[in-house]
């Protein structure tokens, strides 16, 4: 818990820092006067006067600000040539702007390293989208889709593996038709389906194939502790053949169940057959019980693989998934103004913050990844046009270019205070709904 509570302030940090920075140096460069310059909201906990600006860090980790001089619409001058009112039009743009392009422009840079450093994924992930087996009653077998089949695209959208098959299917509004272009034993098939049945179903019920390999170990895992190696092939449990990953917790379930003697805290032991590099190795392992997930596990997690590209090759690919991302940040955006999505599915600072330590437990290029991602979310989040954020600052400036001169101060007092009273009621309800979501 302390690891993921450090890891969310120090990473929320830098990505704020990086934010305001960009307001602090743009503002520096057309001579406005920044007071104050702020990582966190008041209460103040640390300040330090260095010449004009003080530097603070504040009690609430979950924003920041720069304060300039004439921001305030009571200390407005248009006669300072420091005042932030005395600049033009573009000049303002141009300080307003410069924090979400910061935020942006962190991503654009630390996407490529995830590349250049190599992400482990699951190994499953970078294979083509062939089907293996369809769950009775599920979705995909109501759709008509067949063990074999390869997923080629995804309403129009080509999907080359099992990583792009599940973003793609995640972007699509419920609202919307579901079409899938299917390789039937070298025949084309086109698969008709409604995205609403699909979502509220939570599951296509389809699974590729996931060699019973052990990839890792998770938290103070048993099957480590009991001797299983990363590499080790599962082949049996209790005597039951495992072909393929998916069919691991369930044998494990069962057998447990079915056991009397068993229950949490028992130290009832499961024979794990294994296949080490041709030879056949038995292992005993307890499993333990997880309250949270109400499973029997034994703490082991699939093969995963890591890709390393040359430097030239990581610039591509990042900026290429950085684009992929840009463009599904804004249909998600696009879709909850048009209410196709629910407000259920925003996430807070609660959930971003479990996000965020695991990140740090995985590596460093997860680590990256992540502070990729929530930078350019960042970025595009601050630049909508709500009031009290950038993008409702900007969206002002505009209707004072169109209007020929500044708005009423009683306007955009009234407008700043309605933006700012959404936005924490938004931050409330997220909130609210990670910690909801931590008892489901």
Wanted: charge should be negative; avoid cysteine.
């Amino acid at each position: 818990m302390l690891t993921t509570i450090l890891s969310f302030l120090a990473v929320l940090g830098v990505l704020i820092f990086i934010h305001e920075l960009g307001h602090f140096l743009a503002a520096r460069h057309v001579g406005v006067r920044v007071e104050a310059f702020s990582i966190g909201f008041p209460p103040t906990a640390w300040g330090k006067q260095i010449g004009e600006t003080e530097y603070r860090i504040s009690w609430i980790p979950l924003g920041g600000y720069v304060k300039l001089f004439g921001q305030n619409v009571n200390d407005e001058n248009t006669n300072d040539p420091t005042n932030y009112a005395a600049k033009s039009i573009l000049q303002r743009l141009y300080i307003l702007t410069a924090g979400p392009v910061m935020n942006l422009l962190f991503a654009l840079i630390f996407m490529p390293l995830v590349f250049w450093v190599g992400m482990e994924i699951p190994a499953y992930l970078d294979e083509p989208p062939i089907i293996q087996k369809v769950q009775q009653g599920s979705y995909a077998q109501e759709l008509g889709v067949l063990p074999n089949d390869e997923i080629l695209a995804v309403n129009g959208n080509h999907v080359k593996n099992w990583e792009e098959l599940h973003s793609t299917l995640g972007q699509i509004p419920p609202a919307d038709n579901l079409v899938l272009e299917i390789d039937r034993g070298g025949n084309s098939v086109i698969v008709k389906g409604s995205a609403v049945k699909m979502h509220s179903a939570k599951s296509m019920g389809w699974s590729p194939f996931l060699a019973p390999i052990v990839g890792g170990f998770t938290g103070q895992s048993p099957a480590r502790k009991a001797g299983i190696q990363t590499e080790d092939k599962v082949v049996r449990i209790n005597g039951k053949s495992i072909q393929d990953w998916s069919e691991i917790s369930p044998v494990i379930q069962k057998i447990m169940k079915d056991n009397k003697n068993t229950a949490e805290g028992s130290t009832f032991t499961l024979t794990v057959e294994l296949d080490r590099n041709g030879d056949v190795q038995f292992v005993e392992v307890a499993p333990y019980f997880e309250t949270k997930s109400q499973r029997w596990l034994l703490g082991m997690s699939m093969s995963k693989i890591s890709q390393s590209h040359s430097f030239g090759e990581s610039i591509i690919l990042g900026s290429a998934r950085l684009w992929f991302l840009t463009k599904a940040t804004l249909s998600f955006l696009g879709q909850m103004f048009q209410g196709k999505r629910s407000l259920d599915d925003l996430g807070g600072p609660v959930k971003i913050g479990i996000v965020i330590g695991d990140a740090v437990r995985s590596g460093v290029a997860e680590l990256l990844f992540l502070m990729s991602f929530i930078s350019l979310q960042l970025g595009i989040f601050n630049l909508l046009p709500i009031p009290a954020l950038d993008g409702g600052h900007i969206f002002m400036l505009l209707i004072e270019k169109i209007n020929g001169g500044p708005l009423s101060i009683a306007l955009r007092e009234r407008t700043q205070m309605i933006g700012f009273s959404v936005l924490i009621s938004l931050m409330i309800f997220v909130t609210w709904n990670d910690l909801i979501s931590l008892y489901e």
